[in-house]
């Protein structure tokens, strides 16, 4: 069965950094894109970056550049999101998602940036 | 890159049939056939529902279909069963910086 958990949420201060990490299993995990998209609370989805199998390739949504990075470690199926420079519309469920077609999702991290 | 256009909410009785449309542009749902739908019940992770606009992943109910037209793509549900009262997101490929834009979602109730 194909599992995403994610971990690394919790409450910062704006201006602080997070990292975020999603553990797979069930699936080749070094052979297929991933994202991550977050959801503010009682907003919709937004999509806010990708990386290849090889994480040679990235790519950010306009708000999160600069300050967000996306990463991997393919040797131990996981993938990481290293979030900096915190501001409170950051606040949102962070979800990781396999593929280009987004199937399936983990269960989310709530991430909560305030003072 | 702004999201996709959704109606905010759709209803339907037991049985019947309902089509939300998810509207973009050229450089999204227009160009590329990579659209998808999720399902998202309160508190869960969305689900796939649809993929590459009028695909059905294994398992999900064949009551499910897509279409698209131009820079509009829609799901029906068909026989709509309680279970199907949730939120919808439509999602596209795009050819900006931005790989990949959702829609606003729809509320779905079931009368």
């Known amino acids: 069965e194909v599992q995403l958990v994610e971990s690394g949420g919790g409450l910062v201060q704006p201006g602080g950094s997070l990292r975020l990490s999603c553990a797979a299993s069930?699936?080749?995990?070094?052979?297929?894109?991933m994202n991550w998209v977050r959801q503010a609370p009682g907003k919709g989805l937004e999509w806010v970056a990708n990386?290849?199998?090889?994480?040679?390739?990235?790519y950010y949504v306009d708000s999160v550049k600069g300050r967000f990075t996306i990463s991997r470690d393919n040797a131990k199926n996981s993938l990481f999101l290293q979030m900096n420079s915190l501001r409170a519309e950051d606040t949102a469920v962070y979800y990781c998602?396999?593929?280009?077609?987004?199937?399936?999702w983990g269960q989310g991290t709530l991430v909560t940036v305030s003072s | 890159q702004s999201a996709l256009t959704q109606p905010a909410s759709v209803s339907g009785s037991p049985g019947q049939s309902i089509t939300i449309s998810c509207t973009g542009t050229?450089?999204?749902?227009?160009?590329?056939?990579?659209v998808s739908w999720y399902r998202q019940h309160p508190g869960k992770a969305p689900k796939l529902m649809i993929y590459?606009?009028?695909n059905r992943p294994s398992g999900v109910s064949s009551r499910f279909s897509g279409s698209k037209s131009g820079n509009t793509a829609s799901l029906t549900i068909s026989g709509l069963q309680a279970e199907d009262e949730a939120d919808y997101y439509c999602?596209?490929?795009?050819?900006?910086?931005?790989?990949?834009?959702f829609g606003t979602g729809t509320k779905v109730t079931v009368l």
């Open positions: 050229n450089s999204d749902v227009g160009g590329y056939n990579s």
């Open positions: 990386i290849n199998p090889d994480g040679s390739e990235k």
């Open positions: 999602c596209s490929y795009a050819s900006s910086s931005t790989r990949y834009v």
């Open positions: 590459d606009v009028s």
């Open positions: 069930g699936f080749t995990f070094s052979t297929y894109w």
């Open positions: 998602a396999k593929s280009n077609w987004f199937d399936p």
